[in-house]
């Protein structure tokens, strides 16, 4: 079993691999959300268990590879979890010390998803950690995870559950967890609404346009970010526009309620390609605007979130 990224690959792990795992998982560091960090025992009964799992699921916990040395650097992969006395599929990850904050965890765990959702029957997928591990909550939040469950337990004290659906990831969705607002309110909900398109990227983006003009909407400014960076001295050569669009009517009430949503405005709209595919999204204006805590606003917010949904679908 081989899983390759653009920068990594992930492989059933082996007796051989002890050395390379034990810096992980002995690691005080690294272990600092866990009740310990493990002695060669507990390191060598871990290999041997996903060994097992390996031959009774066909899947487990994976060594993750760079791919341009072949250096072991973490562990990546799927297994089936206890949470909230439930069973169920979680991707785990655990990138060595000195490699981690390089997107490297990020990228296997999204490597593991797509495969999970593409070679088992599960319709849902997560990630579970102790509350205050604020690294691993970004990487389930940058995998696609949205949070959906808090829960007491006695090894953690809180435990934290992200969650993605099959579905959403066929939308090519992206979940984004909002820990709090300015007022300390906290608020679970996808930030971020994004799809997948089989157009091309400029019918992509002449469409939207015209399906924002057909619903009120205007676009008061457009973003090229390969022209724009071009013609500063960088290399992107891909696709990608920023909108920036408004509905008058809609902005004028709002505005008139709370001075303070002209932070948030104009709405977000963007249009680009990612691995030969063209994606269309938007930060989603109901989630923003609720944390203003205002709850006049959020009608008026939900209307424009249910249009400019309607506007990517038009365009999908």
Known sequence: ?????????????????????????????????YPAPLDAAGVQAWIAKNRDRY?????????????????????????MQRIQEKILPEI??????????????????RAVRDWTFTHTPFLRVYSYMKDTNIPSRKTAVAWGG????????????????????????QKGGN??????????????????????TDKSFDN??????????????????????????GKKGFDFNRNYRVLEVCNPEKAHEILHKESEVGFFLPCKMVVYEEDDTVYL??????VIIKMLDNPELHGIAEEVEKTLKTVIEETR
């Open 92 to 109: 785990g990850y655990h990138i060595r010390r000195d490699k981690q904050r390089c997107g490297y965890a990020k990228e296997a765990a």
């Open 1 to 33: 079993m081989r899983i390759e990224t653009k920068r990594l690959f992930l492989r059933e792990m082996t007796e051989q691999d002890f050395d390379a795992l034990y810096e992980i998982w002995a690691d005080p560091d690294t272990m600092r959300y």
């Open 281 to 286: 999204g938007m930060l989603d204006p109901s």
């Open 55 to 79: 031959r009774v699921f066909g899947f487990g916990g994976w060594a993750v590879c760079l791919k341009e040395t072949g250096e072991l650097i973490g562990a990546c992969g799927l297994t």
């Open 146 to 169: 949205k949070q959906v469950h808090t829960y007491p337990d006695e090894t953690n004290g809180t435990t934290v559950v992200y969650a993605m659906t099959k579905e959403a990831w």
């Open 175 to 196: 979940g984004y967890s909002i820990r709090t607002n300015p007022m300390g309110k906290e608020y679970d909900m996808d930030i971020i609404y994004k799809v997948k």
């Open 204 to 229: 992509a983006l002449a469409d939207l346009k015209a399906n924002l003009g057909e619903h009120a909407f205007g676009v008061l400014w457009e973003l090229d970010f390969r022209e724009t960076l």
